[in-house]
């Protein structure tokens, strides 16, 4: 596709269930990021996937957050009993390759708001 | 570990004048440096980035940002500024660690008024 597109825009969602975050990546891009907005804590790395492999997810908050990635493309993050203090914009950017100095293309985000 | 400090969360200035968004960053080692911009209900774009060689960087809308090691900083500048260029603007470091891990500052938003 032309960018990279996340799905959906907005989701509210009471307090104690689940989410599915999607992500759909810039083709043929073989890295991509999970990154969290909130306020007062601005942007926050989750995790990082290349390929389908998840090297690095040192930036989860807890056990409730899991994500994977299918087919090297599109990746869906899960939020388990979701409690207040996730609501936040969570952003998806993708990489050609994950080298550094590499630009990372950033989707419009998913903004989640818990009742 | 890596940290970034944007110092103003919120810098208000006139249509026509400079303005400079400053950012400072921490590490032990050598970093790559950029600013990612976001407008208004849009998803973050890069603006410019440093990475080695001359450390002024400019981006095609007229910013620029001059690496200083010995600073620890990378400010952002323009000497004339749009009312477009209303948004809020992101300084982040990354490092060398088999992949490209963004840390960010807080955010600058900035705001352009005639």
């Known amino acids: 596709g032309a960018g990279v597109s996340q799905s959906p825009s907005n989701k509210v969602t009471e307090k104690g269930k689940d989410v599915e975050l999607r992500c759909d990546p810039i083709?043929?891009?073989?890295?991509l990021y999970w990154y969290r907005q909130s306020l007062g804590q601005g942007l926050e790395f989750l995790i990082y996937?290349?390929?389908?492999?998840?090297?690095?997810k040192s930036g989860l908050p807890s056990d409730r957050f899991s994500a994977e990635r299918t087919g090297g493309s599109v990746s869906t993050l899960t939020i388990q009993r979701t409690q207040q203090e996730d609501s936040a914009v969570y952003l998806c950017?993708?990489?050609?390759?994950?080298?550094?100095?590499?630009?990372?293309?950033f989707g419009p985000g998913t903004r989640l708001l818990v009742l | 570990a890596q940290s970034v400090t944007q110092l103003d969360s919120q810098v208000p200035v006139f249509e026509e004048a400079p303005v400079e968004l400053r950012c400072n960053y921490s590490?032990?080692?050598?970093?790559?440096l950029f600013w990612y911009v976001q407008y208004p209900n849009q998803g973050l774009q890069l603006l410019l980035k440093?990475?080695?060689?001359?450390?002024l960087v400019k981006s095609i809308n007229g910013f620029e940002a001059e690496f200083n090691k010995s600073q620890t900083s990378f400010h952002l500048r323009k000497p004339s500024v749009h009312i477009s260029d209303t948004a809020e603007y992101f300084c982040?470091?990354?490092?060398?660690?088999?992949?490209?891990?963004?840390?960010f500052g807080t955010g600058t938003r900035l705001l352009v008024s005639p």
């Open positions: 440093y990475l080695s060689g001359s450390t």
């Open positions: 996937f290349q390929g389908n492999s998840a090297p690095d």
């Open positions: 982040a470091v990354s490092v060398d660690t088999g992949f490209q891990k963004l840390v």
């Open positions: 590490s032990s080692v050598s970093v790559y």
């Open positions: 083709s043929g891009h073989t890295a």
């Open positions: 950017a993708s990489s050609l390759a994950g080298g550094v100095g590499e630009t990372q293309y």
